[in-house]
Each structure stands twice: as C-alpha cells, then as structure tokens.
C-alpha cells in the first residue's frame, strides 16, 4: 500500500541553498555545534561527502553494501542523517542480510527533498521506508528523538546531517505480524496470504540499461493486501492508528475450533415454492440447485472462520469511542463506556474492558498491539449475532391466500393505552381472504448460523393508531413452523413449541414480543448467497399461521413488527442479567 509523503515546498529547499540561507545557516550552527571533524563541499553528492569523512566510515560501508550508495549519489534530492561512528551498533548491522539492512537502515536515514536544520522546525519527515519521523527543534534538533550534532552539510543533490546514534526503526502493525518475533503463525499465515507487490515505476530511483533492461537504484514498490481493506484497517499507514489485538497460536486455535462449528456447510436443496405442499417432493431450481453444488464448502467454512474471528481485532484510536486506547497501559483498567471495532461492532461496559484484559501492550509505528493467550470477544457480538427480521421489509416475505400492507407509525400516533414501541417505526399487517379464512406470513431468515436460537414474533394490536377507532381488542392466536434442511440437504419443517404449547398469544396492552420455542439449526446458510424473495432459495424461512376459530374468537389479522432469532446462549445470559446492555435493538 503506498502511504502519503510529507514534503516541504521545493521552494523551501531552493532557498536553503542560496548564499544568504546558508549564512544564516552556518550562524546557528557556529552558536550551537562544533563540526566533529565534519567537512563537506557544496559541489559534492551526499554520498561524496559521507565517503571523504572518516567517522563516518561506519555508516558509509553499511549504506554501500545495502546499494543506497548509488541513490544518494544521484542528481535527485536527498536529506540524509548520517549516524557518527561508534554512536550505534555497527556489528550488528553489517552482519544482517541485505534486504534487511536495506528496510531497517538504509531507508531509514534517507528521505527525499530538502530538510535543512534552521530556524524553528516541528514537523514529520517521511523516510524512503515510508516511517515518518518528527523533526524538531530551534537552534538544536532532533529526529526521532536522536540529536543531530552536526547539521546542514551542503550538497549538491540535498542536505547532510551528522546524528549521535542511528534512527530506530519502529514496525508498524502489518510488519509486526511477524512469526520469528512472536507466537503467532495462524494470523500472520491468514493476512500474509494476501499480499501483492507491484513496483511503483514513477517514484523508483532509475538506472542503467543492462542487456536492454533498465535497472532501478531504488526500487519503490506498492504494496496491497485485501484483507485491510476487508477489515477495514490500514494496518500499514504510517498516519494511521490503531489499536489490534493479536491472538497467538493458542488463542487462535480455541478460536477457530469454537467459530468453526458456527459455520457447518453442506449442499441443500433450494425450494422453488413456498409453503409446498409436500416438501418431500419440492423441485430444486436448476440454477440455484447448480450453483450450490458446485460451492466448495470446506473452503468455504475455512475462509468464513477465518474472517469471522478476526473482523473485531481491530480498534481506529482516532474515532472518539476508541481515544482511550492511545493511553491505555498494561495493567491499567480500561474507562470506557464503549468502544467500537472497526466491523462495526460495540462494545459496551465489562464487554470491552475485558477485550484487552490479560494481553501485552507492545507499541508500533502506527499504534499498539496487544498480544493475547486468549480472546474475550461475546459470541454473539463477534461470531454469532442476533438475526432480526423487520416485518414491513418487503423481500424477506411471502403471504398464502393472503394480503398484506405496510404501516409506519410515529411515536405520536400511537395509542398511549398501549405500551412499547414499534421497531424500526413501521409493521406489516397480513389480512385474511376471506371473512373465515385464516393467513399465514412466511419470512426468510438470512444469515443464519449452525447453531441454537430462541425464536421470538413481535406482533402489533389492532389499536395500536390512537386515530383508528377499533373496538373489541382480541389477540392473535398462531402456530408458528421452522423450514429449514437437514444435515443430508433435505428440505423440512417443523412446528416450534414453547413450555409445552404448541400455539402463542400476544397481550394486547403492549407491543408483545412473544417468545415461540428454540430452534436448532443442523447447517449454515450465511455466505452462500440465500436470503430474499426474488432468489429461488426459500429455505430457511418461518412460518406464521393464524389459529383463529368460532371458539377462541381470535383476530385473524396478523399485524407483525418483527421475527428475532436469539442466540441461545445469549438468550439465558440476559435472563441471568436483566441490566446488561447489548448493541442490538432487543425490544
């Protein structure tokens, strides 16, 4: 990926080379500095003086070896920070492979365009290797906290500056997804799988043509990764910041065995109509039929897994939720009412203080990660939500022998005899054919896991506009049916029960979300395309069928605001804890 680079106005750079900037140049430099046996000629490349001064010796064979020489020795314009010798590490460094030394050492301390060292600076270079460092100072200067001891040493293609120590080099947070510095191979195998490289031409240092090939000096290149931008974070802008948790090999593994049985696959058949009279009989869709078939569903499950564990590892520490990350230490106890990942997803309370409870702070160039042994994500925040039909959302239903309208209701048009509220401020009403008739609404759940929910139908009372007059109030009475497929692909359905009855009934005081049984769902559907109406894939779905008779004298009118499918674990924790605040509309 490549990052913005912050450059002074080329002007800026011109005039620092005329007589009268360097005057003053050498003024400040008399003031503060004395030359550490520094000379150097305004006729001379950078390179040319580096190479005429002995102490820096050190700095000039390593800068040679990793072929930067000949960068710096061109008519381009370069600002180097030349590290005196004996102020850094230099048997370490010469003894490091070359790509290395070239990354870590020779980008490092070079950076294009002028940045000479007067009057007062407060600003960010950015180095060949994309770091950007703050150049500081008024009189005396710093870059990147190293003191530059001897500063503006004119050349004919930039600037030299001699420093008390080499630049360090930070990694940002793709770089740091390294194996050999820390335990976390399945993570680092997952987002490196997607990198590509492609030189950038425009901005690489050109050389000579060697057998009818032009050569470069400095070989830019533009690197990409899709999963950032999947993730939603670009983990290698240097002007960025982020905060990552960063599962090891262990985490990961427990991770992935718990997501994984979230997502089993297998081919299923697409039922063409919906209700069938004899699902045992339903005709695939040719098309639909074909196209599952031919899915690869262990891919699939893998790929999905994958994406699912790790879409709420990353926190922007600029969005305002995020900020008290920046400050946020090892041991320190998170103060927070909220932070909010970068899928999205909101975590409120002890949900996110405990997300970086027990993992090791270690800064980056572009923000923190915080190695963990264990993720703390919710289920059914990150790898399991809550599945919420609206009713008036015309493409996830279908009516038999039926009509249906779709109502919107403000907050002050409704009947303030009846409690609750109208989710999403609209409901759908499915009215029967015929006097004695009874209707049946059918909508399609998208999304929907291999797991177990509890399966909740919120309906409306007839009354619910206080401008409509409507007299003798009764509930619905219904029987609500699951279709789904079994683990062989088959088409099913089967008629939930709840606390041993086998039809439901609203109280008509409220907006009554009335809970119809737990379903557990044998496959996974989320990912393969299903879902709507217009597709030929009918399954899963739920079945709401009126149970009206002479008897019970119940409203035939099925008026629904919404079907919810909780997950199951979820669903026992909020009964366990009333208080407990979740990001998803529960009412």
Not at 199 to 225: C, M, Q, W
Not at 229 to 256: C, F, G
Not at 355 to 381: C, H, Q, Y
Request: glycine share 6%; with cysteine.
């Amino acid at each position: 990926m490549k990052t913005n680079k912050l450059y002074r106005n080329a002007a800026v750079a011109m005039a620092f080379l005329a007589v009268g900037a360097m005057t003053t140049a050498c003024s400040d430099w008399d003031d503060h500095y004395d030359s550490n046996g520094i000379t150097g000629s305004a006729s001379e490349t950078i390179w040319e003086n580096v190479k005429a001064n002995a102490n820096l010796s050190q700095f000039a064979e390593l800068i040679h070896k990793a072929g930067y020489d000949e960068v710096i020795n061109t008519s381009q314009t370069y600002t180097v920070w030349a590290p005196l010798n004996g102020t850094f590490n230099y048997d370490s460094l010469k003894v490091l492979p070359v790509s290395n030394l070239k990354e870590y050492f020779a980008k490092n301390h070079v950076a294009r365009f002028n940045f000479p060292a007067t009057g007062s600076i407060n600003e960010f270079v950015t180095m060949l290797n994309k770091k950007m460092m703050a150049f500081v100072g008024s009189g005396t200067y710093t870059l990147n906290g190293v003191e530059v001891v001897t500063p503006n040493v004119a050349s004919s293609n930039g600037v030299l500056h001699v420093t008390n120590g080499m630049l360090g080099y930070k990694a940002n947070l793709m770089e740091s997804l390294d194996t050999l510095a820390y335990p976390i191979d399945s993570i680092a195998r997952y987002f490196h799988k997607y990198d590509t490289k492609v030189l950038d031409e425009a901005n690489s240092v050109k050389g000579p043509v060697v057998d009818g090939r032009l050569t470069y000096l400095d070989s830019v290149f533009i690197e990409h990764n899709q999963l950032v931008y999947l993730h939603n974070a670009l983990l290698t802008r240097e002007d960025s910041s982020y905060s990552m948790i960063v599962p090891t090999n262990t985490a990961w593994q427990k991770a992935y065995t718990e997501v994984k049985k979230l997502y089993h696959y297998a081919p299923f058949t697409y039922v063409k109509e919906v209700p069938a009279n004899n699902l045992s009989k339903a005709t695939d869709d040719e098309n639909y039929d074909k196209s599952s078939r031919e899915l690869d569903f262990d891919l699939l499950r893998d790929s999905i897994t994958h994406y699912i564990i790790a879409k709420d590892l990353f926190y922007n520490n600029n969005v305002y939720h995020n900020k008290v990350l920046k400050s946020l230490q090892l041991g320190s106890s998170l103060q927070t009412d909220s932070l909010v990942s970068t899928a999205g997803d909101i975590f409120y309370g002890d949900d996110a203080k405990s997300l970086f409870e027990g993992a090791t702070r270690i800064d980056k160039s572009n923000g923190s990660m915080w190695l963990t042994d264990s993720l703390r994500m919710r289920t059914w925040i990150s790898w399991n939500p809550i599945i919420k039909i609206q009713g008036e959302y015309g493409p996830n239903k279908a009516y038999n022998n039926s009509s249906s309208d779709r109502f919107s209701l403000s907050k002050t048009e409704q009947n303030p005899d009846v409690s609750g509220t109208v989710s999403n401020g609209a409901y759908v009403s499915v009215s029967p054919a015929s006097p004695r008739s009874n209707p049946e609404a059918i909508f399609y759940l998208p999304g929907v896991r291999s797991a177990s929910y509890a399966v909740y139908v919120c309906f409306v009372p007839a009354n619910i506009n206080k401008n409509t007059y409507v007299t003798d109030i009764q509930p619905n009475v219904v029987a609500v049916t699951m279709g789904y497929n079994d683990l062989s692909g088959k088409p099913k359905e089967q008629q939930l029960k709840a606390n041993g009855a086998s039809t439901f009934q609203n109280d008509v005081s409220k907006i009554d979300t009335v809970y119809v049984g737990d379903f557990t769902f044998p496959i996974c559907y989320y990912g393969t395309g299903q879902s709507t109406a217009t597709q030929a894939s009918y399954a899963p779905y739920i079945r709401v069928q009126s149970r009206a008779t002479s008897k019970n004298n119940a409203d035939r009118t099925l008026r629904i605001d919404y079907i919810m499918l909780v997950p199951k674990e979820l669903d026992t924790y909020l009964k366990e804890h009333p208080g407990y605040k979740y990001q998803h509309d529960l009412d």
